[in-house]
């Protein structure tokens, strides 16, 4: 076997035989580690987990395919091994000194105009969010079928929603309007609106009652008498607690500085079998 010119074969040193060499060195550990992970380079086998579940499959290694089989198959993992940056939706505050942002990889907050004003709206109106409401998503379309130059919409309940379309009409279309005299406007309406509703409510309920209708218990009806049967099982529970803690303070006074009946008998015995004295 030849061997290369100007090179004897004690030269050639083969890299196994280093690294076996180091090995049996307790002291270079530390290099053996960084040695590896140099050589071995990328660990690509959990991107390429759907590849070897499929080869399992067919050599029939498994028996059945794991349940997200299908889904890393529609839905493969990513290609690229570098953490791309989101969409910027907002311009940077740029300072005179250059600075590592530290939510660079994080997506930025989307907010709508309406967000803000629905914020102020339930956090004035709180109750609004109780009322029974149909949950449907919109098309994004509204501006397009409903004239929110009246706040009140043909098929369209009255809702706090309204409250807020009404306030961002006003605030585009009508020039010099600011923040708090749109939403004044807005709540004005909304208000007048809600108490026509119910003035016709009651008046509904009393020709109803007029002609014969019963309704049973309204809400509050209901509310009270179930406060009222939990006020009475726990008056009944505050007694006996304090039954309870009377009886143990009185037997702790009763006994306080006084023996059992069989003790003061012993007593009396010992007392009458001691000799008197001469």
Known sequence: MGTKEGHEP?????????????ALNPE???GIHRRGAVMRGLNLKP????QTASLLL????????????????SIPPGEIMTRTQPVQHRDSNRKSRTRKPSKMFKPQLIEYEEDRLRREFYRDHPWELARPRIVLENDGKDAQKCDWSRIQQPGRPLTGESVIQRQLWLLN????????QAYDVARREFY??????EVERRIAREEASWT???FGKSAIDVGMELEDKTYESWKAWATREAEAIDLQRNAA???????????????EVDAAEEPALP
């Open 28 to 30: 270079n550990s530390f």
């Open 212 to 214: 014969g209708a019963y």
């Open 173 to 180: 279309n009508v020039p010099g309007m600011s923040n708090a």
């Open 10 to 22: 004690s030269d050639i040193v083969d890299p196994d035989v280093t690294i076996a060499a180091e």
């Open 47 to 50: 991107s390429r987990v759907f």
């Open 58 to 73: 067919e050599s029939q290694s498994i028996s059945q395919a794991p349940p997200w089989f299908k889904t890393i198959g």
């Open 253 to 267: 006074y009763t006994g306080l500085g006084t023996g059992s009946e069989e003790e003061e008998v012993e007593t």
């Open 192 to 197: 007048a609106l809600r108490h026509e509703e």
